[in-house]
């Protein structure tokens, strides 16, 4: 069964700095996603994103956050100069459709701690 | 504003009995429902929807839901629970209109043996 794949699994990272969370979507989705959950929170979207332009972003997703698709296959989401609350589990995800029945499928997620 | 509760946070039965976990949504249009499963240091794995149809939809692992209108309720269910079946499951929702799907705050379900 196809999936949505993420690297890294895990990452720590000191305050300040950069991160760069790379996902590889499901290959004929045409839709992509990143959401987050805080340890003991709700999953909570970020960012949707189709045809190279952001569709839909939240209140979370702030000057600090970029997304990107820089080839035909991957998707990823930046993280500048990171702070102790953006540790949490960041979810990629993707759909074929992005009509509201559309199923969205998720990949295993990378574990940020910011440190 | 679209939005899901999960109404218990915890959910035990012992193995062989029936499960419930409860969800309750809150929609402007027709809803869209989902139900997702979470093992430990795992990703959302989808287990069913409800889109339209019949009010009853089946899924993977023997595990259905059920569409309440009226109640604006989409509980999912399973006759006989399994211990492999211990995990978090979360409820979610689209509006018509809508590209994201709002999460219930999860389930965590324990089947004992």
Redesign the interface.
Known sequence: EPEVTQTPSHQVTQMGQEVILRCVPISNHLYFYWYRQILGQKVEFLVSFYNNEISEKSEIFDDQFSVERPDGSNFTLKIRSTKLEDSAMYFCASSSGQISGNTIYFGEGSWLTVV | AQSVAQPEDQVNVAEGNPLTVKCTYSVSGNP?L?W?VQYPN?????LL?Y??GDNLVKGSYGFEAEFNKSQTSFHLKKPSALVSDSALY?C?V?????????????TTVTVRA
């Open positions: 869209y989902f997702y795992r990703g959302l794995q989808f929807k889109i339209t979360f979610a689209r509006d018509w209109n809508d590209y994201k799907l709002s999460f219930g705050a999860g």
